[in-house]
């Protein structure tokens, strides 16, 4: 499985696990901005028996190399295509390959049709809904792509023990789940942490919950110009006794989680499966910039000064079914389509070329630069520089890498999480 974030990493494991569990999963970390930390990766808790960092080109050389019946990438689309084009030119003429199984960590609510032609080529390209499904094949089929890779599933990291609305605790618990990159201005996101703040107050018998994705320096799949830590560090009076940061595994704090709030974050599918009150917010909106939009028909969207009134959302039983939440009791079956479609893939006698629906031909001026930034050339064969240059090196000079490595990130995050917002606020004057 090659993964490029913490997140995608989840969700590629977890998924290669629902398809079978008994595997031997190899786990390839693609190098980049977004690559999970040590501390990220035991948040995150899906485990492989192998793991190692890799540049793309150097995974395309170790697919040539090693034997394997699946291969999950859990990528961004732009990687995953250069995937798909550097094996298929890797595996042309074998009388075997893999299957190659790709799709989404979340809810699609941006990108679709480009996200979704990046991943075209894929054997299985999973939908985390019926209602994702749908608009997959009817976005391949727009184009004259063959949409028959596409299955049906649900997220792989749903779960937990259902919430017990009569269950006494010592504090009701409010969880705002804090997303790196919506909203994007300091103004949206300071108003996010006071109105969490001011719901603490308001209700002192709560304990309000702020969920991090993680530490200042630290990348996820989105980037965080504007870390919620420097924000309540600056917070007026600062944080009450009943409200406090957390990091940690999300189901772990859904265990006592009875609110959920959130912009958008996938958490609220997470904490719709439970059953738990789940509030998506419309204090900014709704807006598909925001992401929020998703949640148009669910029942969910509500206001802070709704939930400091006591509102507690009621989802729509019909939208969570379209959305792949299944509350009533059916998720395991949620993923047998997705082990059927595998299994005789498999065990076929031969599969077919892997024919992405970008080509040469048909994407001239837009596959060579997404093949280019993993060292391939416009035809899916490593670049002599890239595939030359050697995939580990020892002593000083592998020290010496990596501290070139770290000093590159440390500009990299002063740059946007600085730098970058400076000259924003500039521009508006």
């Known amino acids: 499985?090659?993964?490029?974030?913490?997140?995608?990493?989840?969700?590629?494991?977890?998924?290669?696990?629902?398809?079978?569990?008994?595997?031997?999963?190899?786990?390839?970390?693609?190098?980049?901005?977004?690559?999970?930390?040590?501390?990220?990766?035991?948040?995150?808790?899906?485990?492989?028996?192998?793991?190692?960092?890799i540049r793309g080109v150097d995974f395309v050389r170790s697919l040539d190399r090693t034997v394997?019946?699946?291969?999950?990438?859990?990528?961004?689309?732009?990687?995953?295509?250069?995937?798909?084009?550097?094996?298929?030119?890797?595996?042309?003429?074998?009388?075997?390959r893999p299957v190659v199984v790709?799709?989404?960590?979340?809810?699609?609510?941006?990108?679709?049709?480009?996200?979704?032609?990046l991943r075209h080529g894929?054997?299985?390209?999973?939908?985390?809904?019926?209602?994702?499904?749908?608009?997959?094949?009817?976005?391949?089929?727009?184009?004259?792509?063959?949409?028959?890779?596409?299955?049906?599933?649900?997220?792989?990291?749903?779960?937990?023990?259902?919430?017990?609305?009569?269950r006494s605790t010592s504090a009701y618990t409010v969880?705002?789940?804090?997303?790196?990159?919506?909203?994007?201005?300091?103004?949206d996101r300071a108003y996010l942490l006071r109105r969490a703040v001011e719901h603490a107050r308001r209700h002192p018998d709560r304990e309000v919950l702020i969920k991090l994705r993680s530490k200042p320096g630290e990348h996820t799949t989105h980037i965080e110009e504007l870390p919620y830590q420097k924000l309540a560090a600056k917070a007026p009076g600062g944080l009450p006794a009943n409200c406090r940061l957390v990091y940690g595994n999300m189901g772990e704090v859904l265990d006592r989680t009875d609110l959920m709030v959130t912009v958008s974050s996938t958490a609220a599918l997470e904490s719709l499966h439970r059953g738990i009150p789940t509030a998506v917010l419309t204090d900014l909106g709704v807006r598909e910039v925001l992401g929020n939009h998703h949640f148009l028909g669910s029942g969910c969207l509500a206001s802070w000064d709704e939930l400091d009134a006591g509102h507690r959302p009621e989802p729509d039983a019909d939208w969570l079914a379209r959305q792949g939440v299944a509350a009533a009791g059916d998720y395991e079956q949620a993923f047998d389509a997705a082990r059927t479609r595998v299994t005789a893939l498999r065990t076929a006698d031969r599969l077919p070329p892997v024919t992405?629906?970008?080509?040469?031909?048909?994407?001239?001026?837009?596959?060579?630069?997404?093949?280019?930034r993993h060292g391939l050339d416009p035809h899916g064969a490593p670049v002599a520089g890239h595939a030359d240059a050697p995939e580990e090196t020892g002593g000083l000079r592998r020290v010496a890498r990596e501290t070139v490595r770290e000093a590159a990130r440390g500009a990299y995050r002063h740059g946007v999480q600085r730098v970058a917002p400076a000259i924003r606020r500039w521009g508006q004057l």
């Open 122 to 166: 894929a054997d299985v390209v999973l939908a985390n809904s019926r209602h994702d499904a749908d608009r997959f094949r009817e976005v391949y089929r727009g184009v004259g792509a063959d949409d028959g890779s596409v299955v049906e599933c649900a997220l792989p990291f749903l779960g937990g023990a259902p919430y017990d609305r009569g």
């Open 102 to 117: 790709t799709g989404y960590v979340g809810v699609v609510y941006e990108k679709l049709a480009d996200g979704l032609l």
């Open 356 to 372: 992405p629906y970008y080509t040469a031909r048909t994407a001239p001026g837009y596959l060579p630069g997404i093949l280019a």
């Open 1 to 53: 499985m090659l993964a490029d974030s913490d997140t995608r990493w989840k969700w590629g494991a977890l998924t290669a696990y629902r398809i079978q569990s008994d595997i031997r999963l190899d786990g390839y970390l693609l190098r980049g901005r977004a690559t999970p930390t040590v501390r990220q990766l035991d948040e995150v808790g899906a485990r492989a028996d192998s793991l190692r960092e």
């Open 175 to 187: 969880v705002f789940a804090a997303q790196p990159s919506v909203p994007e201005s300091r103004a």
């Open 68 to 96: 394997c019946d699946v291969v999950v990438l859990a990528c961004v689309g732009g990687a995953v295509q250069a995937m798909l084009h550097g094996l298929g030119r890797a595996w042309q003429g074998a009388e075997r």
